[in-house]
């Protein structure tokens, strides 16, 4: 099974995966806020947002996202 | 029993929206959407673990960074699945010292390529011919290029077509045969009698009414 870019086949974040929900504990709220924190192509980021949000991690709402309390479990 | 779901084949045009589609790449999963905001060069090849393909993947990723620098991100497409892809990718980075950096659509179903009418039966009914599709941070195509299986693209004319795209947005001019950046570009030419007069001397460095030059 392939690891994909945000969250491995087990469901945790990978390492991009849990810099993309560092980026948005810190405020990154837009995917390209994360994209410029980050330093992640802006499409990287777009399907790595909706990768955590399938796994639960993030939650979107219009253009903006937050961590879900699993994500911060997970960062704390 | 035969399914009553036929593909979607088609071919987008120029000035068209990109049809947007949801692909596994070997970057993770991406949908054409995705892109919104930078300049787009989609991309197919015939097959990994090819000749010309291989030689294609080398000069893309040569002309990555100038490729980034005008706001433009590469995505390539074959009828391969993912982990030929790495393979392949991992090949070219042991072998030839080159790591690809952009993602790869693995187009097993053709889904994408169809939509893109990147499969010519009559050339292969199971690999794509080289098509290039310039698409702009709208997702609306710019420009369309189709090679043979037998000919590898010219990078220096993708990013020559570019420059031209980007400046004829910036500028509302057109470019001329051969065009480079820092070379003259076409004004538009006026649209009724009297702007064909007045476009003389208006200062351009005009042939004539309806070819006139100008320094950016």
């Known amino acids: 099974m392939i690891d994909l870019p945000c969250v491995s086949s087990d469901g945790k974040p990978t390492k991009s995966g849990m810099a993309t929900l560092s980026a948005v504990k810190n405020g990154a709220l837009t995917a390209k806020a994360v994209s410029e924190q980050t330093g992640q192509p802006l499409f990287k980021v777009r399907s790595g947002l909706r990768e955590l949000a399938k796994a639960g991690l993030v939650e979107q709402k219009d253009q903006t996202y937050r961590l879900t309390s699993k994500a911060e479990q997970l960062l704390a | 029993m035969e399914s009553s779901e036929k593909p979607e084949v088609g071919l987008p045009l120029i000035g068209e929206k990109a049809p947007d589609f949801e692909a596994v790449t070997t970057q993770g999963t991406l949908k054409l959407s995705d892109f919104e905001g930078s300049w787009l060069v989609l991309f197919s090849h015939p097959a990994d673990f090819t000749p010309v393909c291989t030689t294609e993947f080398i000069a893309f990723t040569k002309i990555y960074s100038e490729l980034q620098k005008r706001n433009t991100e590469l995505l390539g497409l074959s009828v391969d699945s993912v982990s030929s892809h790495i393979a392949w990718v991992r090949n070219v980075e042991e072998k030839m010292g080159v790591k690809i950096p952009f993602p790869i659509i693995a187009d097993l179903n053709k889904e994408v390529s169809n939509k893109f009418g990147m499969i010519h039966p009559a050339q292969s009914k199971t690999e794509t011919v080289r098509c290039v599709f310039i698409i702009d941070p709208e ?30 947005d910036k500028h509302k001019v057109a470019t001329p045969a051969n065009w480079n950046v820092g070379d003259p570009v076409v004004v538009p030419p006026p649209n009724s009698t009297e702007g064909a007069e007045e476009r003389i001397k208006e200062g351009y460095d005009c042939k004539d009414w309806y070819l006139c030059f100008k320094k950016l």
Do not use: F, H, V
Request: avoid cysteine; charged fraction near 25%.
């Open chain 2, 139 to 168: 997702s609306k195509i710019r420009t369309i290029l189709y090679y043979p299986l037998t000919t590898g693209r010219n990078m220096d004319e993708i990013l020559r077509i570019i420059d031209a795209l980007q400046t004829t």
